[in-house]
């Protein structure tokens, strides 16, 4: 069997596109185009002809055309790809995963005290010739002792044979232990014996094995029965004395009648014992008693006389003889043929060593199905000589209940004599016996293996079927540990064991307790190549959950296993992602095993898999799971071209997988981490600019990953001193610094990275960084916040290579390579107040200075001329006078990247992700510049309550602060957010005060502020330089344990099928070409209808953006303070209310939904280029964000904001933006990077954009000049063409319903409408006049044909598509007809004749047009 047969293995990362939606009909058929023949019938029924295609799973084209010549074709795009449903979206600054568990998530399978039986005190009391006076026996009766006759020789002889006897059998399950006779001893000997076996064991278990069989049976009080010296008398001895004697750990095996007594006995003393110590010496006890407290041994000569020893020593031979009278062989087969089996018990292709193979496997379920896990891992894996002596004990039990004798221990087990493995065992064992006349007769004949082990595995794989944590566990697993140690199932046994692994932290729970882990640890030694796939999986598994068996790994060399795993390039990049995870997992704080791996060359190996290598042959390697099958890449379109790769470095000709490169890149960073040797290695093996270019892969999971590399490499200062860091050691190591610079400028460039993941490691990043190069970030940041005079401004060095924020981009590199260290919103260049200098008051800084090439330096707005004399005014020179600044050692590109690199830390403190945002502050912290927390101006209540539109500027208690500034202009991020640099000695509480005047707050809101933030002022505040203390202030990467996360979750499984999600997918497709059919149909007479309207919104300000739900009765609102609203208004109820951020420069731009056809999630753009995409929005206070990032960086100079405006594309996954800026910028939410960025052409703003929702890749945009341009991405010089139907300022604009992607309508706020077909003529077909200079908000159907206007004068006016005015709305349907509000929005419903207008007054209204139902 392949493994191939099995599963499926997935993981995360191939599938980046979501999910393909097949549709099939009832019967589960797919017809040739990829739809179901119920849902094409239905298609054709709505119009005259309906052609679908898709090209491989990827889209579902409709072309619908009419049967009238009038009709409007229309292309109808059904996309079925989803976006932003990775697991990195699923809140994932609340829910990052931990890594593998230190101590343990399921290490307690790891026995702490494991031991074993080190001296073993055989005592025969046999007195043969004598028998005991309370026992009657009959004739004939049992006589044999450890299978010799004791009446066949003299009495001496005859004890000294069964002595020996009894160790050789005791030998078979303890080699290594010493072993001491004392036959028919006295008291004193014994004494003598016990103190011997303790001196010789020291803290080992000692085993006493007790014979009475030739002395009284023991008394109530616990005691057994020795002789005296001249064997003329019984002497008692207390089962006190004796364990006195031995002490602990200890074993004791008494075989003699009504054993029970001393069980008792002992058990009693428990209860009456006290305190921790005794209770202990207990549990160390173990007691094996052959028969209750009022039983006496069988007597049959059936049995021999020591039937319970036999069985503890000699299980198969005691076993089998049991048997045999009772099986099918009792009539052919002899049993005195038992005693001369072939073969030996540890050789398992021989008939004898199979049978107690599988009588050990039979025993070992058994107690694994019945007993406590603590008690089994006690009894069966602590010791390998107990775990024998219970194993018999199971066979005891099961013999001697048949004999009216029930064997008892202590700890006491549960009855097992009726497992039904017991059956298994007499089937197996008559299989095997019925071989055993022609075996003994022709030594020649090859002997043929039981079918139970392949059975037991069969009933496994079954089990796996239907098995789950809910259920029972399965029976068998003990059955599959002892199947490893056979060849011919051990491939099987592997892939089974590994599916059970894959099922959960449960799973690899029991499979370790059960004893797997030293297994498949001597496994790793085995170089058969067809296991290597499979034994990769399950340490993956147990890695993933359990971090402690690293020591193991490294100890025995296993981690050489998976180096030279993970080196074979013909071994798929997902299994070798594997063993990067396990090697990472083994150097994850581990410093021997860093030590390890870095001899066995780790670093090099990944390394060089991390760079492109030739086209190779791969060879196949066996899967666990059926062979997938091979889908072509997702079109974005009906004929996709190929673009060039944005990116840089140099072309690839075999890229590795990404989750490769994921864990190449973690595998190496955890190898770097607190290790400054491995670090110094990595650098000379030029790993940074090898890791370099992976930061524009176009995984989320692989950029962070690299960032995370890269970040490790950073040192956080001398760390080979124990007594603490001590930072900027690189004074006589430039080298080094240069290095460590040059990976800062490397990680800057995914400062504008998409994804808030990569981010944040970049934040994480820069705090090594920042700790490492503390000074000199200190002294940039001084410098940061201080407004220096131009004298100091061009004294600093030039950084040549920075481009002008108002530059446009080709590619992602440039974009994230310019400006954009400080946001778009910061404002001019230079603010300076009305008191500064003629000089000042130009307004512009040179270029040549780093801070201000690179937007770091910001002017201070105005203030009285008090505050000339501040502290606030002190120049760069000033600052370096009191210690604040020293840049005497760096260079001028030193300077540069520092400016940069303190710009960063800047911009990630405003991070639109909050919990970047976060990591962005504790940054600044750690170089000495720390946020001034005050009183929150707002309320702590809900998103919904009611807020003070009056908004104090400073507390009262604090007058000095309502002259306050900052110069550095942060309030247009997450928080309004204000920093300072602390004193160079820290100020008493007067001077505190005064000083406060020159900084604004702080405005925390509650359910941001953390313990980390609030103790940033307080533990920088008055701390000239670095102290320890900041290392433990430092952000921690959650990336790592993140990750490994993927590899704790089953991965031989595809994802569940969600069946409620595809039949509303189905459904919902069935809907919409419905109702779009409809709408090309339609003759809209009037749209006025007034369906839903809400007075009372809770709205303090206007509406800015309005949206419905294209399939349930939901409309959206948001407000100028971007407070977002939820409506149902078919019961006019509100479903939620949230703060889209808490920022203080607040507006909206855009609302849409993305994944509409599925699960949707709403994307909020703001006016400041931030978009948001939140999850579970219609769940009152469940809202989640799933993501957030800039879309636009810097603005046009003169410009006050960005002003940005966005649209999004279902089709492609794009997200278009642009505003104050001279490019249109392309995000593909697919990959989440920067696709292209598009020149606008124009020496004027974007002030309108719409993309096209049929044709994919196009787009049109509206500028404040009045020109429109027609813009596909697909062609080289993506704009189409252009004209200037306008005058005045672009408001609205939009794609015609149709086919043809060069109709668009557009409106100017001068009030005029056009109608334009941009390839036939640059001048517009159709102009209507709508409103005289007061059109504010423009909507244009997406199908049917009509479009609307508002009007601040308090109207809408609906058009058709021939300029027709079918109706104007100017009054509410209600008894007093009250006039709606200015209009600010409108919105259509893609698929319903409904229009949606939002109002200046906080009025949302839903209109219906009346020819059709309102829904």
Known sequence: MALGDLVVLNTIGCNKDGNNHNMTDGNGSVNGNGTSGNQKAARLSISDEIVSRRAQGDAVFACVASASSNATSSIVYLPPKVYLRDLNHDAFEASALSGPSESGLVSKWRMKDRMKTGSVALVLCLN??????????????ARMECWIDPFSMAAGKAIDAIGKALEKQYTRWQPRARYKLAADPPVEEVKKLCNHCRKNAKSERVLFHYNGHGVPKPTANGEIWLFNKSYTQYIPLSIYELESWLGTPSIYVFDCSAAGMIVNAFIERQEWGSGVSSATAMKDCILLAACGADEILPQSPEFPADIFTSCLTTPIQIALRWFCPRSLLRDSLDPNLIDSIPGKQNERKTLLGELNWIFTAVTDTIAWNVLPRELFQR???????????????????????????????????????????????DMAAEICLSQL????????????????????????????????????????????????????????????????????????????????????????????????????????????????????????GGHQYFIRYLDNIQIGGDQRAMAAFVLAVIVDGHRRGQEACIQSGLISVCLQHMQAGPPRDVQPEPQLGPPREVQPEPQLGPSREVQPDPQPGPS??????????????????????????????????????????????????????????????????????????????????????????EIAKHLLKVLSDASPLVRAELAVALSRFAVGHNKHLKSMAAAYLKPPSNSTLNSLPSLANIRSPTSSYTNASQFMLSSNVISANHGPVLRVGSESNASAREGRVSTSSPLASASIMQGSPSSDGSSQKSESRMSLADAASNGNLRLPRSKSMDNAIYAQCVAAMYALARDPAPWVASLGRQILGTIGVEPVVTKSTRPTGGAGQHRDSSVPSVPTSLPGLARSFSWLDLNSGNLPITFRTPPASPPNRQSYLTGMRRVCSLEFSPHMRTAADAGLADSILGSGGSSSSERGLLPQSTMYNWSCGHYSRPLLCGAPDDEEASVRREERERLTLERIAQCQHSNVSRISDQIAKFPETGCEVGLKAVLLHPFIPIVIVADEKETVRIWNYDEEAQLNVFDNHDGPNRGISKLCLVNELDDSMLLVASSDGSVRVWKDYTQRDKQKLATAWQTTQGHRPGARSVNAVVDWQQLTGFLYASGEISSIMVWDLRIEQLACSIPSSTESCISALSASQVHDRQLVAGSGDGSVRLYDIRTKEMIVCTARPHAHRIVGIDFQPGLDPAKIVSASQAGDIHFLDLRNNNMPYLSIDAHRGSLTALAVHRHAPVIASGSAKQYIKVFSITGEQLNMVRYHNSFMGQRIGPVSCLSFHPYNIQLAAGATDGFVSIYSGENLQAR
């Open 652 to 741: 690839r000709e075999v890229q590795p997988e990404p989750q490769l490169l994921q864990w190449l890149c973690l595998c190496l960073g955890k190898l770097w981490e607190g290790f400054p040797e491995a670090q110094l290695l990595g650098l000379r093996e030029n790993a940074s600019s090898i890791c370099s270019p992976l930061l524009f892969e176009p995984q989320p999971e692989v950029r962070a990953a690299a960032v995370f590399a890269l970040g490790t490499l950073l040192s956080l200062g001398t760390e080979s001193l124990r007594d603490g860091p001590v930072y900027d050691d690189y004074d006589d190591d430039d080298e080094k610094s240069k290095a460590e610079q």
């Open 379 to 425: 009894l069966f894996r602590q010791d390998l000589l107990v775990a024998s002596l219970f194993r018999n004990f199971l066979l005891a039990e099961r013999i001697m209940r048949t004999a009216n004798c029930s064997p008892l221990s202590f700890p006491l087990l549960p009855p097992t004599h009726q497992h039904p493995m017991w059956d298994a065992w």
């Open 437 to 556: 006349p022609t075996l003994l007769n022709d030594p020649n004949v090859e002997f043929q293996p039981s079918p139970f082990f392949t059975e037991q595995l069969t009933a496994f794989e079954v089990w796996l079927e239907h098995g789950s944590e809910r259920k029972k566990p399965p029976e068998q697993l003990p059955i599959v540990l002892q199947v490893l140690l056979s060849q011919s199932h051990r491939y099987r046994a592997l892939v089974l064991l590994g599916r059970f692994l894959d099922m959960g932290a449960w799973a690899v729970d029991l499979a370790l307790s059960v004893g797997i882990f030293p297994y498949v640890l001597k496994l790793l030694q085995t170089t058969a190549a067809d296991l290597r796939q499979v034994l990769v999986f399950i340490w993956t598994k147990i890695l993933a959950l359990d971090k402690s068996c690293q020591v193991d790994l490294v100890k025995d």
């Open 128 to 141: 043969i010739g004598v028998d005991p006076p309370d026992v009657i026996k009959i004739s004939p009766c």
